[in-house]
């Protein structure tokens, strides 16, 4: 996305939208990635938005000056301490690379006034949990964060080829590390769903090149809902996302609650039911991720 499209799209969504506070620089993408990153964020909060980043840390470009723009948050999402353990889940990922570009980001934390929340997502599954405590403890160590999260399922299409007994056998051995089932989590949430989805009420998920995906579950280029966000009323867009049949097909199978871990309770008591003798971190699921 060039400057000057991030730029009038950041005044379409303050002008129509003056309540949004918070823009995540991030969808099924590495932002570290983008060369103007920090000029991304400059501008956002120029128009009076907070920016929240989320990034494997494999790639270490322009750390310093995205620092120096002050990000509200930077999510870093792993899945392991070990090597071993962390490429089952990040695949030609390094963790000693995450680990080395979380120390530096650390630093520069420190030198640009803590401005920035810097907190690990740990993506729990069957056969990491013991490494979550080697990696709170280096969190500790360097001042950041660390909140387990149980891993779920994405995108929303290959959630619908597991339903329809159609998964890749690649996919489907993905399927088998979670430690709560998409088919648990769906019984669970069906018990009391929600009349609404927040992911479809209070988001809008805006593409690279500007057009407008259903939400962010979504890969997809056929979920594609608008082909600009700028030549769209936020009216007209919140209304084809309400007409859309793929919302139904969502929400009939709880999986709008799934994606919000809802309700946690039944959540954290199923995992520990399907992990009987393992210790799961206390503070397991205080955050969706």
Known sequence: ?????????????????????????FNWTEPVLHPRLPQLIAIAREHGFRVCLSSNLNAGKHFEDVMAATPRLWIVSLSGFSQEIYARGHERGDIETVKANMRHLSELRYRYGEKTEISVSYHCYNDNVDEYSQMREYCDSLGLGCAPTLAFFYPLEKLF???????????????????????????????????DCVLRSQAMAINCDGSVSLCCTVFDKKYQIAPSYLDASLT???????????????????????????????????AEENMPGVVLPAELLNTSG
């Not at 996305?1 to 620089?25: C, G, Q, T, Y």
């Open 1 to 25: 996305m060039s400057a000057e499209l991030f730029e009038n799209i950041a005044k379409k969504i303050r002008s129509e939208s003056p309540s949004v506070k918070l823009l995540w620089l």
């Open 161 to 195: 080829a597991y339903f329809e007994g159609t998964l890749t056998a690649q996919d489907q051995a993905l399927v088998d590390r979670l430690i709560v089932s998409p088919r648990e989590a769906t019984e669970m949430a069906l018990v009391n769903p929600s009349a």
């Open 236 to 270: 007209d867009l919140q209304a084809r996302k309400y007409a859309h049949d793929t919302c139904n097909k969502c929400m009939s199978k709880g999986l709008h609650d799934s994606f919000s871990y809802s309700p946690i309770a039944d959540w954290r008591a199923r």
